[in-house]
């Protein structure tokens, strides 16, 4: 098996995991950041770390992090959206991607609940093993994606300002398939006013570049790195391919 089909592999019996969490019941706890973290976190990171250990590359997970000086590793969130998921919404997800040089060359976004999986290789996009640029017919250019927060966060108003200039709809999406959405073309435009961890938005990052979209740091626009000793991003801007070109001109509302 290539490594991406056993971090497709890993994703998927994950996955059926989780359900099988939501099903019958979990116990959860607050980390020490105050985030949530249930038993389904710790057994989706115990199925991934037991597949990809499988290829002898390190694992950095959210549940499981390192930060050895090393070169190329995976880089995990084995349940991206667990308010969701403890609120018994299907807004969750499995990101999963191969870093190499401070940059993702391989990634996986697994939806559980509707059996979804966007893969790539470093070029190509995949949809259950379906090449998306046969897939790519819901072109939405001007929908701008938003966290799934109730409370008004400090982006807001920031969107509300893109939305304006662009005469667009706000959606919200949580977890990784903001990027699914964007590789797709479903959506236009996803801003991230505030530092990220990295686990959140790798795998997402060279999915949206290989679909032909760009993804920048807001203050230098510079494509995001993802250093293990850090694991951490700056503010960014995602856009789909068809909104590409109108890079300058989000990014000057944006820092006015």
């Known amino acids: 098996m290539s490594e991406l089909d056993i971090a497709i592999a890993a994703a998927k ?15 959860q706890k607050l980390k020490s950041d105050n985030s949530i973290v249930t038993q389904a976190d710790i057994s989706s990171n115990e199925i991934i770390t037991n597949h990809l250990s499988k290829t002898g590359i390190a694992i950095c997970s959210e549940e499981s992090i390192i930060n050895d000086d090393i070169s190329e ?33 391989l990634s996986v976004i697994y939806s559980p609940v509707y059996k979804q999986c966007m893969s790539c290789n470093g070029k190509n996009i995949f949809i259950n093993g379906v090449e998306i640029s046969n897939l790519r017919v819901d072109i939405s250019p001007n929908i ?14 920031l969107r509300e300002k893109i939305r304006q ?8 999406v949580g977890s990784g398939m903001k990027f699914y ?13 505030k530092v990220s961890h990295s686990w959140d938005i790798a795998a997402g990052d060279l999915i949206v570049q ?11 626009k510079k494509e995001l790195q993802y ?11 995602a856009l789909s391919k068809e909104n590409v070109k109108y890079l300058d001109k989000f990014l000057k509302i944006i820092n006015s």
């Open 210 to 220: 290989a679909s032909g979209g760009v993804m920048v740091g807001i203050k230098d």
């Open 165 to 172: 200039n662009i005469d667009g709809d706000i959606i919200s």
């Open 144 to 157: 701008l994606l938003s966290g799934m927060r109730k409370k008004v966060d400090e982006s807001a108003n």
């Open 227 to 237: 250093d293990i000793k850090t694991l951490r991003n700056e503010p960014f801007i």
């Open 73 to 105: 590793y995976w880089l995990v969130d084995p349940l991206d959206g667990t308010a969701n998921f403890v609120k018994n919404s299907n807004d969750f997800s499995i990101l999963i991607s191969l870093i190499s040089s401070n940059k993702p060359i």
């Open 13 to 27: 019996e994950a996955g059926e995991k989780i359900l099988e969490f939501r099903e019958l019941g979990f116990k």
């Open 181 to 193: 959405k964007l590789a797709l073309g479903s959506a236009g435009i996803y801003i991230r006013n």
